[in-house]
């Protein structure tokens, strides 16, 4: 298996616009997460799917964002509008099952978006 | 909802030293600890991780322990190296009722120097 895939890798754009990061995950896992990382705050939890349903998205900073998983393999975490303060590294993960006996968290590489 | 401590924010260490980073969390109903190791520019992968019916487990120079009463868990490495240098992060789940969701501390930047 190719591991969790984002896309894209980087991305710059000027405050105002809208950004779509895409994340697909790795075929079979039922659970899906988005984070964010920056130095200040670190990883952040912005929203979690289980079956492709929003489960927690206490997470997520404002109405700005959004993110849905319309299928098994393929999920969108749109901002719109962009600001500065959005510039982090976003991370998909996703996981098999959410029972006790499950647990490890895979990653992909990560999306660096970058807001002017 | 659940909030992870970590500390210290950062580690620095002789090569062939061991390293100790401490992690508190608040939920009594967490029942999941892993620790992931993330290297510059990388994505954070699993090292380790610990379920609350047990209170330690090691992998080679890895090992991790858990204290539910006291609500803290640590990642110990021993005989340090170079390669280890990266920053490590702790989290916490709760794979009761509806929340699986794994919430991470701050992360802790470990350096081993030759």
């Known amino acids: 298996d190719a591991g969790v895939i984002q896309s894209p890798r980087h991305e710059v754009t000027e405050m105002g616009q809208e950004v779509t990061l895409r994340c697909k995950p790795i075929?079979?896992?039922?659970?899906l997460f988005w984070y964010r990382q920056t130095m200040m705050r670190g990883l952040e939890l912005l929203i979690y799917f289980n079956n492709n349903v929003p489960i927690d998205d206490s997470g997520m900073p404002e109405d700005r964002f959004s993110a849905k998983m319309p299928n098994a393999s393929f999920s969108t975490l749109k901002i719109q509008p962009s600001e500065p303060r959005d510039s982090a590294v976003y991370f998909c993960?996703?996981?098999?099952?959410?029972?006790?006996?499950?647990?490890?968290?895979?990653f992909g590489e990560g999306s660096r978006l970058t807001v002017l | 909802g659940e909030n992870v401590e970590q500390h210290p924010s950062t580690l620095s260490v002789q090569e062939g030293d061991s390293a100790v980073i401490k992690c508190t969390y608040s939920?009594?109903?967490?029942?999941?600890f892993p620790w992931y190791k993330q290297e510059l520019g990388k994505r954070p992968q699993l090292i380790i991780d610990?379920?609350?019916?047990?209170g330690e487990k090691k992998d080679q120079r890895i090992a991790v322990t858990l204290n539910k009463t006291a609500k803290h868990f640590s990642l110990h490495i021993t005989e340090t190296q170079p390669e280890d240098s990266a920053v490590y992060f702790c989290a916490a789940r709760n794979y009761g009722g509806s929340q699986g969701n794994l919430i991470f501390g701050k992360g802790t930047k470990l350096s081993v120097k030759p």
């Open positions: 075929s079979g896992h039922n659970s």
């Open positions: 993960a996703s996981s098999l099952g959410a029972g006790f006996n499950t647990g490890e968290l895979f």
């Open positions: 939920d009594s109903a967490s029942n999941y």
């Open positions: 610990i379920r609350s019916n047990v």
